[in-house]
């Protein structure tokens, strides 16, 4: 009787392992369509909080035309479902490329705390031109 119960559990677990690996982020062609060197370069945008994967990796893009810095601080907030997020120091984009985007991204993910409350987790953000 404990076979059965040790298949299940591993069927069990390799359903979940690719329900997972299916919730990687996606190109929502939130831009309209993008030419192959645009989108490799996109692709390869990467922060200290995106590691090597890259933005893209793990998190969807979004344009944010209400992100602001603090003069004080040098600190980055972006606007995310109508909340100003404080963008972390590492999440800011290493690259100088600009890829042809010419707005403010921000690449997050929704996190729902054990009450219910929606939280959102900066993975990266390139700022726009300055305001």
Request: glycine share 10%.
């Given at each position: 009787m404990v076979w059965p119960a040790i298949r299940l559990a591993f069927c069990v677990g390799v359903l979940v392992m690719a329900?997972?690996?299916?919730?990687?982020?996606?190109?929502?062609?939130?831009w309209?369509?993008?030419?192959?060197?645009?989108?490799?370069?996109?692709?390869?945008?990467?922060?200290?909080?995106?590691?090597?994967l890259g933005c893209c990796s793990v998190a969807d893009a979004y344009p944010d035309p209400n992100w602001d810095r603090d003069n004080k601080t040098g600190r980055?907030?972006?606007?995310?479902?109508?909340?100003?997020?404080?963008v972390p120091k590492d999440a800011v984009v290493d690259s100088v490329e600009d890829c042809g985007i010419k707005?403010?991204?921000?690449?997050?993910?929704?996190l729902r705390r054990t009450d219910g409350e929606r939280t959102f987790a900066v993975r990266c953000f390139k700022p726009?031109?300055?305001n």
């Open positions: 329900v997972v690996r299916g919730a990687d982020a996606h190109d929502m062609a939130l309209g369509p993008m030419d192959d060197k645009t989108m490799a370069c996109v692709k390869g945008l990467k922060s200290k909080m995106s590691g090597p980055y907030r972006v606007t995310i479902e109508g909340r100003e997020i404080d707005f403010a991204t921000v690449w997050y993910y929704v726009g031109p300055e």
